[in-house]
């Protein structure tokens, strides 16, 4: 009886174990699938990023996300095979040091743009112009680097903490919000000095076209400025806007409690919906 009992418990123990390893594996693939999407969309935006000079940091930077994407493409065979799975984890591991280097430089440049003094406007607004190509970089690597994250721990199946696998995202966040700001700082103190009205559209006159039309002015206020393009205006506002910052994903997903149907042969996972 003792024996049958033994083998009682690790019958149970057993399907316990393999419940749990389907549960795991269900709820690996649900949260890849939407960090797959997080990434389609990511990829698209650098794909927008025109008139780019730096041919060898773009092609880094599309590698980058392609590569990424690629891993959470081929989630379900990565995740049934333990062997590739380990594989893609230490895959991640060199593809964050890829995204940090990137985003570094990204920082470094928007940093030494905001170290730029007494432009006149058409300086200026060629700088606009390039501080706009890598002010979306920066954006879309931080946004890789928190999906890369977010890969590992699900690729770990709950066996390492969330905490160690967003380790670095505070440290790039800060880094990132530092630079935006150093930005934001240069943009209101230049715009200021050339009397640049965003919301206007437009910039006070200087030099010789200020002086031709100084007595018009004097009876049109109007004549006193003259347009910007809109598009300048536009990125001088993205630049400078105070975007919220991505916020970093606590939750350990593997230690909650999942709901599983089984339903044709198939199993889904029913997220819980959280209260707002």
């Given at each position: 009886?003792?024996?049958?009992?033994?083998?009682?418990?690790?019958?149970?123990?057993?399907?316990?174990?393999?419940?749990?390893?389907?549960?795991?594996?269900?709820?690996?693939?649900?949260?890849?699938?939407?960090?797959?999407?997080?990434?389609?969309?990511?990829?698209?935006?650098?794909?927008?990023?025109?008139?780019?000079?730096?041919?060898?940091?773009?092609?880094?930077?599309?590698?980058?996300?392609?590569?990424?994407?690629?891993?959470?493409?081929?989630?379900?065979?990565?995740?049934?095979?333990?062997?590739?799975?380990?594989?893609?984890?230490?895959?991640?591991?060199?593809?964050?040091?890829?995204?940090?280097?990137?985003?570094?430089?990204?920082?470094?440049t928007l940093a030494g743009f905001a170290k730029k003094t007494?432009?006149?406007?058409?300086?200026?607004?060629?700088?606009?112009?390039?501080?706009?190509?890598?002010?979306?970089?920066?954006?879309?690597?931080?946004?890789?680097?928190y999906r890369i994250a977010d890969l590992r721990y699900t690729l770990h199946?709950?066996?390492?903490?969330?905490?160690?696998?967003?380790?670095?995202?505070?440290?790039?966040?800060?880094?990132?919000?530092?630079?935006?700001?150093?930005?934001?700082?240069?943009?209101?103190?230049?715009?200021?000095?050339?009397?640049?009205?965003?919301?206007?559209?437009?910039?006070?006159?200087?030099?010789?076209?200020?002086?031709?039309?100084?007595?018009?002015?004097?009876?049109?206020?109007?004549?006193?400025?003259?347009?910007?393009?809109?598009?300048?205006?536009?990125?001088?506002?993205?630049?400078?806007?105070?975007?919220?910052?991505?916020?970093?994903?606590?939750?350990?997903?593997?230690?909650?409690?999942?709901?599983?149907?089984?339903?044709?042969?198939?199993?889904?996972?029913?997220?819980?919906?959280?209260?707002?």
């Amino acid at each position: 009886m003792a024996v049958e009992a033994q083998k009682g418990t690790a019958v149970v123990a057993n399907t316990v174990a393999a419940a749990m390893g389907v549960a795991s594996m269900v709820v690996g693939q649900y949260y890849m699938t939407q960090i797959n999407a997080e990434l389609g969309a990511i990829s698209d935006g650098i794909s927008e990023i025109q008139n780019f000079q730096d041919n060898e940091y773009r092609s880094r930077v599309f590698s980058l996300v392609a590569h990424v994407k690629k891993i959470a493409d081929f989630r379900t065979e990565i995740l049934e095979n333990n062997e590739l799975r380990i594989s893609k984890i230490n895959q991640l591991d060199s593809l964050e040091e890829e995204c940090t280097q990137l985003l570094g430089q990204a920082n470094l440049t928007l940093a030494g743009f905001a170290k730029k003094t007494n432009l006149d406007y058409e300086e200026y607004e060629k700088v606009v112009g390039n501080a706009q190509n890598w002010f979306m970089y920066q954006k879309s690597l931080l946004d890789v680097l928190y999906r890369i994250a977010d890969l590992r721990y699900t690729l770990h199946l709950g066996a390492v903490s969330r905490e160690q696998c967003i380790a670095i995202l505070s440290t790039y966040t800060k880094q990132v919000q530092d630079t935006q700001s150093m930005l934001a700082a240069w943009h209101e103190g230049t715009t200021e000095r050339l009397k640049i009205d965003t919301d206007e559209v437009r910039r006070k006159r200087a030099g010789f076209d200020r002086v031709i039309h100084f007595l018009p002015g004097v009876f049109y206020k109007d004549l006193n400025y003259r347009s910007i393009e809109k598009s300048t205006a536009n990125m001088i506002r993205t630049q400078t806007s105070k975007e919220s910052t991505l916020s970093i994903d606590k939750s350990e997903l593997y230690l909650e409690d999942v709901q599983l149907i089984a339903k044709d042969g198939k199993i889904y996972y029913l997220p819980e919906t959280k209260a707002e």
